[in-house]
Antibody, heavy 118, light 108 residues
Framework: QVQLVQSGAEVKKSGASVKVSCKASGYTFTSYYITWVRQAPGQGLEWMGWISAYNGNTNYAQKLQGRVTMTTDTSTSTAYMELRSLRSDDTAVYYC???????????WGQGTLVTVSS | EIVMTQSPATLSVSPGERATLSCRASQSVSSNLAWYQQKPGQAPRLLIYGASTRATGIPARFSGSGSGTEFTLTISSLQSEDFAVYYCQQYNNWPALTFGGGTKVEIK
């Protein structure tokens, strides 16, 4: 079955960077997109962007352009999301998801809490 | 950007009753709409895709309808495990996806 296992919780200072990993199994990694979604405490879901695990093409939410980079390592079936210049409002649970062929999100990682402190 | 608006923000329902949740898109998304359920401390779970198709393993008491800009998620007879937050998401505007703000279904 499809599994997405994310790295553990992180605590970072304002201005620092964080890199979250997402190891996939149970399917052909290069056949699907990995989409990243975040959720601030008590808030709704926010789409961050996606990466094609096939060719590395990316598309980022406009508000994160310039601060986020998504990459993959096909040799280990792992996706990464790096967020730079962290601010307090980046405190959130970050989820990796595997998209279907159409754009809905049937498979989710367990989430990674990133806490940004000043 | 397509804006997704969900209503109501909170819905108080008694177990066994029907719950009707709404989602409106700022422009047509055709049938490219999904619904998710999220319980505290858990990742969201896909319930419905294509506006009306239940995802694998989702009970028949969950149904979705609508197209264009107006969508509805109906839970025919609420069970205790259905009290949660529900989100809609459009994927018509691929590659950009957007979520609604969520509806919390609470016990009346």
């Amino acid at each position: 079955q499809v599994q997405l296992v994310q790295s553990g919780a992180e605590v970072k200072k304002s201005g620092a960077s964080v890199k979250v990993s997402c190891k996939a199994s149970g399917y052909t990694f290069t056949s699907y997109y990995i989409t990243w979604v975040r959720q601030a405490p008590g808030q709704g879901l926010e789409w961050m962007g996606w990466i094609s695990a096939y060719n590395g093409n990316t598309n980022y939410a406009q508000k994160l352009q310039g601060r986020v980079t998504m990459t993959t390592d096909t040799s280990t079936s792992t996706a990464y999301m790096e967020l730079r210049s962290l601010r307090s409002d980046d405190t959130a649970v970050y989820y990796c998801t595997r998209s279907s062929d159409y754009g809905d999100l049937p498979h989710w990682g367990q989430g990674t809490l990133v806490t940004v402190s000043s | 950007e397509i804006v997704m608006t969900q209503s109501p923000a909170t819905l108080s329902v008694s177990p066994g009753e029907r719950a009707t949740l709404s989602c409106r898109a700022s422009q047509s998304v055709s049938s490219n709409l999904a619904w998710y359920q999220q319980k505290p401390g858990q990742a969201p779970r896909l319930l419905i895709y294509g506006a009306s198709t239940r995802a694998t393993g989702i009970p028949a008491r969950f149904s979705g309808s609508g197209s264009g800009t107006e969508f509805t998620l109906t839970i025919s007879s609420l069970q205790s495990e259905d009290f949660a937050v529900y989100y809609c998401q459009q994927y018509n505007n691929w590659p950009a996806l957007t979520f609604g703000g969520g509806t919390k279904v609470e016990i009346k």
